[in-house]
């Protein structure tokens, strides 16, 4: 009878395990083979070697979308990494939501839609109130098309090199690499500022796009963090 109950415990374990890889692992929809309505936005080659990024729109015009590609294009290190990138659109109706005063676009439903496309990462640009933060939560990354553009790297930093918040107050990921307890954990980084997502934490310049949509970098911590990502791929 023990042997009934461990093989019925075991089974019960994999089907929650399944369940939950199938709710948040967003790379399970994708079947290989494109919809009719992807549309290639940017194309640099084949999708098993690039990095794959598909928008959603939401009440935003689709040709808005170039520069949002373009402002990503701005900043080192990807601006010498285009063709490691594919940019694609869906034209499919999404439903966000507000959490905390930010957009939030992330659902199953989303997932189950970009899965017409080769992704990786997925964009929803939504035309919101003024007041409306961005977020990025997984692979996801929801954009008020009221803010500076320049959210989008920002946005991306986070879901692609698990970069945190340098302003204050926010909460650190965990794995994250850019705020640290102290500054000699930077090692031969020249700078370190206190506030880093939490006040008793730094970060190693003064501002960055990590800190303020203002900048006009990640700065050399940032780069070299997003640098060992990219040769990942």
């Known amino acids: ?13 994999l089907v929650v395990v399944g369940i939950f890889i199938f709710l948040y692992n967003p790379f399970i929809f994708y079947s290989g083979k494109e919809s009719p309505s992807c549309e290639k936005i940017f194309y640099s080659g084949n999708s098993d ?32 990494q285009k063709n490691n990138f594919n940019f694609f659109y869906l034209d499919e109706k999404i439903n966000c939501e507000l959490k905390y005063s930010a957009l939030f676009c992330y659902s ?29 939560y997984m692979n996801v990354i929801s954009i008020n098309d009221k803010l500076p553009i320049s959210v989008f790297p920002h946005e991306f930093g986070h879901v692609f090199a698990n970069l945190a918040d340098e302003y204050v107050p926010a909460k650190i990921p965990f794995g994250s690499k850019n705020c640290v307890k102290n500054c000699e954990e930077f090692g031969e980084i020249v700078g370190c500022f206190q506030e880093c997502s939490e006040s008793n934490f730094f970060r190693s310049s003064e501002n960055s796009i990590m800190r303020t949509l203002n900048s006009q970098s990640y700065f050399e911590l940032n780069q070299k963090i997003i640098s060992e990502e990219l040769e990942k791929w």
């Open 1 to 13: 009878m023990e042997y009934k109950y461990i093989f019925l415990a075991s089974f019960i374990l």
């Open 49 to 80: 070697e690039k990095v794959d990024i598909v928008f959603f729109t939401s009440g935003v015009s689709r040709n808005k979308l170039k520069g949002y590609i373009d402002s990503l294009f701005e900043f080192e290190p990807f601006d010498k």
């Open 108 to 136: 199953l439903d989303l997932i189950q839609k970009s899965s017409g496309c080769p992704n990786d990462f997925v964009v929803v640009i939504s035309d919101e109130s003024g007041g409306i933060r961005s977020s990025a």
